[in-house]
C-alpha cells in the first residue's frame, strides 16, 4: 500500500488561486494516524485556504487533495465527511437556542443521538448552562459548545482553527487533555494556533506557511536543525569577567545579572547568570568546558522554542512583504 492511501490527509503539488492571486503554491504534506499537526502562518499565509481543501469546502486549482482517502469533493463523499470534525475560528450559533438544542440539532445533522449530545457537553463543561440561550454565552462557552459540535461522533479527522481563544488558563489545558486524548484513541488533527507556547507539547509535527508558501514542515528536534538556531546555555555562578576567553564569542550579557535588588549575600553566593549562545552541534563542547570550572554552580540548558522558531522561519517573509508594499506606495 503507498503512503498516500496509508495517510489520513495526503496533499500533492497543491496550488490554489483566487483569480491573479495565487493562495497556496506547490503544497505537499501528509497527516497520519494518531497524529497532531500544528499549523501556523501569518494571517494571510493560506491556513484557511488550506484548510478548506482538506475539509473539501473548495477545490485545488492544480494538485491532488485526499482526505480519508477520497477526493472530499468527489460524488458521493458526504459519508467520508461525516467522520470530519470541524471547528472555525469564530463559531456562530442560532442565539435564541439553547446550547443543549444546538447540540442536538448537529448530532440529528451527523446522525447521531442526542446522548452523544448530552455527554458532550459534560465534556466540554457546558452540562449547567446547557438548557441556556446561547446569546447568554460568553465567548469562551460559544467556543467550548463549537469544540462540543466538532467532536460529535468521535471523528476520524479533527480540524481546529484557533481553538484556546476566549478559553481561561483552566478550559485551556483540559482542551489540550482532550486533544492528547483523542490522539491517543487514533483521531488525526490538524491545530491552527496563534498561542505557540501552550501547542508545543500536545503536536507531533509542525508545518510553517508564509505567503502561500511552505516555510517548514517537521517535528521540533528537526526544525531546529534546519533553523539552525542556538541553544541557549546558561552558566550560574560565573561572574561575566569570569568567562573563559574561548567561550566569549557566545556569550550575551543578561539583564537580571545587573539587578540592583539583589542582596550581597545572594551576589556571594551567586555571582550571576551568564547566557551562552551556542551551535547545536558545539553544545557537548561547550558543556564539557564549563563544568571544569570549580565556580560553577549550575547549569541550565534551553532548546530553541516554537515561537522561536516560527518567528525564524516567518521573518523573511515577512520582510519580502513589507518591501512590496513599500514598492506599490511609491509607485
Known sequence: ???????????????????SVQALQNISMTLNTGEVLGLFGHNGAGKS??????????GPSRGTVLSLGHSPR??????????????????????HLSGREVLRY????????????????????LQAAAGRAVKTYSKGMRQRLGLAQALLGTP?????????????????????????????????VILCSHVLPGVENHIDRAMILGGGQ?????NLEELRRTSRLPIEIKAIGIAANEIDTSLLQYHRENPDTHNES????????????QSLFVPMDEKMTVVRQLTTDHRLHDIEIKQPSLQEIYSHFTRQVTKDENAKVEANHHE
Do not use: W
Open 49 to 58: 485556504t488550506l484548510m478548506k481543501l482538506i475539509l473539501g469546502v473548495i
Open 262 to 273: 539583589q542582596s550581597p549575600s545572594h551576589e556571594a553566593n551567586n555571582k550571576g547568570q
Open 156 to 188: 476520524k479527522l479533527l480540524v481546529l482553527d484557533e481553538p484556546t481563544v476566549g478559553l481561561d488558563p483552566i478550559a485551556t489545558h483540559d482542551f489540550y487533555l482532550t486533544v492528547d486524548r483523542l490522539k491517543s484513541q487514533g483521531c488525526s
Open 106 to 125: 448537529f448530532a440529528k445533522l451527523k446522525g447521531f443521538n442526542r446522548k452523544e449530545a448530552e455527554r458532550l457537553l459534560e465534556e466540554v463543561g
Open 1 to 19: 500500500m503507498n503512503e498516500i492511501s496509508q495517510a489520513v490527509v495526503s496533499l500533492e503539488a497543491v496550488y490554489k488561486y483566487y483569480g
Open 214 to 218: 511552505q516555510l517548514a514542515m517537521g
Open 74 to 95: 468527489a460524488s458521493g463523499s458526504h459519508h467520508y465527511r461525516q467522520q470530519f470534525g470541524y471547528l472555525p475560528e469564530n463559531v456562530s450559533f442560532y442565539d
